[in-house]
């Protein structure tokens, strides 16, 4: 873990590449060491909020769900480097023709193997959604070594309260309870889980018909009598299974 001034970080900058921008942040892609790394510059100000950012993702190093991190800014502007994860979102893969429906099973299963091992570590993302996931550059879809889950600037300890209030006809992938800032549980993540698994059923309806079920049951607006993470992936896996069961009959 590095320190960066002011200075310094002008300087990561000025040789950077400009990856991406969400709500919150602006991320490039910069030299370190005799590799590259992802620096984010936070555009909130809230410095408990960016170091939390931080902390969560310091809890998360052995985890392999999170980008390791790198280090953190001593300046003014709060920004943190972090391990490049690749150009590829979740989005642009679902969206993507080139890749098959059942990669693309495999690859959102492997996002929930990614997500437990988020709860594991008894944080609560909040903010599951398909930009915030990201695919190696290099990386076969199958390979759970290939993705990663970013952005921890929404995430919380399990039962801690967000916050804030949200409208419930916006931020459609969040879950009610978290939009009305009661306490965010691994089943708040289960309905964001549920969906991606909405999207990639529509993409892929035809093959995998079970998927929408599996969806509607995530989503339930009672957190109550949505199933665990544990149990969608188990059913993920037994429509992964039966699949390429009937397929090796064939
Ligand atoms: N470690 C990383 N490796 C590669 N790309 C990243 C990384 N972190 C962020 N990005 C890119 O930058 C975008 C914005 O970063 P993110 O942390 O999601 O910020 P925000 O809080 O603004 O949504 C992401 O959607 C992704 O495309
Ligand atoms: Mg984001």
């Not at 991320?27 to 408990?48: E, N, P, T, Y």
């Amino acid at each position: 873990m590095i320190q960066f001034t002011e200075e310094q970080l002008e300087e990561m900058l000025v040789d950077g590449q400009f990856l991406a921008e969400g709500g919150n942040g602006r991320v490039s892609l910069v030299k370190h060491g005799s590799g590259f790394a992802a620096l984010k510059i936070c555009r909130q100000m809230d410095v408990l909020a960016f170091h939390q950012e931080c902390v969560f993702l310091s809890l998360l190093e052995d985890s392999e769900a999170a980008p390791k991190l790198l280090g953190t800014s001593v300046g003014p502007t709060p920004a943190y480097l972090m391990e490049y994860c690749g150009r590829r979102n979740l989005e642009a893969i679902l969206n993507s023709n080139r890749y098959d429906p059942l990669k693309k099973l495999k690859l959102v299963l492997n996002v929930g193997y990614k997500l437990q091992k988020i709860h594991n570590a008894g944080i609560i993302h909040n903010d599951m959604k398909s930009d915030n996931i990201v695919i190696a550059d290099d990386g076969e879809l199958e390979d759970p070594n290939s993705v990663r889950i970013i952005d921890y600037g929404l995430a919380t300890y399990a039962f801690q309260k967000r916050g804030f209030i949200l409208p419930s006809d916006q931020f459609l992938w969040m879950a009610p309870e978290v939009k009305a800032g009661r306490p965010s549980t691994s089943k708040s993540d289960v309905y964001s889980f549920g969906m991606i698994l909405r999207h990639l059923w529509s993409k892929i309806s035809v093959i995998f018909p079970g998927l929408l079920s599996i969806s509607r049951e995530a989503t339930r607006e009672l957190q109550l009598l949505r199933p665990t993470l544990n149990s969608v992936l188990r059913q993920l896996e037994d429509i992964i299974y039966k699949y390429e069961a009937s397929h090796r009959i064939q």
